[in-house]
C-alpha cells in the first residue's frame, strides 16, 4: 500500500472492509526500565512511559533476548488503511470482541490497526471480527 493512498475515514465502508489477518506467532508485551534497547533487538513496535519502554516482541526474540514479557497474545491486522482521524472505528471492533469476553489491546499504526488478543481466543477473535465485517 502507498503512502498516496487514499485512508478510509467512514465508519460503515472501514467495518465492511477490514480483513482481518492473523499473523502466525506468539507475541509478548514486555518492559525496559530505561529508553535503551539491547543490541539487535526489533521490536514488532515499541512505546516510551514514565515507568519504562514497553516492547512487543515475538515471544521466540525474547526468550533469545532474556526479557520476560505478559500477555501471550495472537496478533491481528486489520487490513484496511483506516485513517487516523476515523471516529468509532476500533470503539466499534472492540466491543464486537467484549461482547464475545475477548480482551483486546490494540495499536493504530499509519496504514492499519494492530490488535492483540489472548493467544488462546485468536480463532474466537477472528469468527467475531468477521461477523462484525459481515453485517
Known amino acids: 500500500m502507498s503512502t498516496g493512498e487514499r485512508a478510509e475515514r467512514d465508519l460503515a465502508r472501514l467495518l ?4 482481518p489477518e492473523l499473523h502466525q506467532g506468539t507475541y509478548l508485551f514486555c518492559t525496559l526500565p530505561d529508553a535503551a534497547l539491547p543490541e539487535g533487538l526489533a521490536p514488532l513496535a515499541t512505546f516510551r512511559e514514565a515507568e519504562g519502554l514497553t516492547l ?6 525474547a526468550a533469545r533476548h532474556g526479557i520476560a514479557g505478559t500477555f501471550e497474545a495472537a496478533w491481528i491486522t486489520l487490513a ?3 485513517d487516523l482521524a476515523a471516529v468509532g472505528f476500533l470503539a466499534a471492533v472492540a466491543s464486537a470482541l467484549a461482547q464475545e469476553g475477548i480482551p483486546c489491546n490494540a495499536i493504530a499504526a499509519y496504514h492499519h490497526d494492530h490488535l492483540f488478543v489472548p493467544k488462546a481466543m485468536a480463532e474466537q477473535a477472528m469468527a467475531a471480527l468477521q461477523e462484525l465485517q459481515s453485517r
Open 16 to 19: 465492511a472492509a477490514m480483513r
Open 80 to 82: 484496511v488503511h483506516s
Open 56 to 61: 512487543v516482541l515475538r515471544q521466540e526474540v
